[in-house]
Each structure stands twice: as C-alpha cells, then as structure tokens.
Nanobody, 127 residues
C-alpha cells in the first residue's frame, strides 16, 4: 500500500485543519487505516484507527477535538483537527494494516504492527 498524507500547514491556536491520507496500489477496503503523530523530540504517538465500516478507535487524549473518517470510494482517510493548540504541532502520519479479526482493537495503537506508512504532513500551531 502506498500512502500519501496531505493537508498540513500553519494555523493559529483555535483554528482547524483537515488532513487527508490517500491510498494507492491496493484497495484498502480490507485495511485498517490509522493516524499517528510525532512532535519534535517525542516518540510517534497514536491518534486514531479507522475501519472501512466507519468504526473508529481513538487514543483517549485525542477524543473530542479530532474526528476521523474514510471515503471508501476515494480510497482516502481524513482527520479533522479542531480547536488546535500549540501542543498539537507535529508531523502527522498515516499507516495501514490489513484487518486481522483476531487482533484486539486496543492493539491498533501500537506503531510496530504497521508495515505501510505515508511520508507525513506537518501541522504547526502558532500565533
């Protein structure tokens, strides 16, 4: 799977952005697509996993201001970022893994299970 993240940029605190992750080479209907982010000097952290059915699994700290979705016709995943704060500044990455029915939902927050990653898109929140 080839993944292309886009939509990042510079935004003021309180602003919004919509990130996109376009998948190619494979129809990702049978994949879980996820967002991670990595701030300078920090490890890459899980944001949300999205199934093609629309089911989502968010990191607790990401609930409320971020909303993930998928458009299966476009083979694309989105992440709506609202009420952005300076601490949201990070490179946002998308990742893909085939659905594995035996895998507990909570394991999808482990970056090590993902083989396919996009190049990342930078979100900078600053006044």
């Amino acid at each position: 799977v080839q993944l292309q993240a886009s939509g990042g940029g510079l935004v003021q605190p309180g602003g919004s952005l919509r990130l996109s992750c376009a998948a190619s080479r494979v129809n990702v209907a049978s994949y879980v697509l996820s967002w991670f982010r990595q701030a300078p000097g920090w490890e890459r952290e899980f944001v949300v996993a999205v199934w093609s059915s629309g089911k989502t699994y968010y990191a607790e700290s990401m609930k409320g201001r971020f909303t993930a979705s998928r458009d299966n016709n476009k083979n694309t995943m989105y992440l709506q970022l609202n009420d952005l704060k300076p601490e949201d500044t990070a490179v946002y990455y998308c990742a893909a893994i085939p659905v594995q029915d035996w895998r507990p939902i909570t394991s999808y927050d482990r970056r090590t299970i993902y083989n396919d990653w996009g190049q990342g898109t930078l979100v900078t929140v600053s006044s």
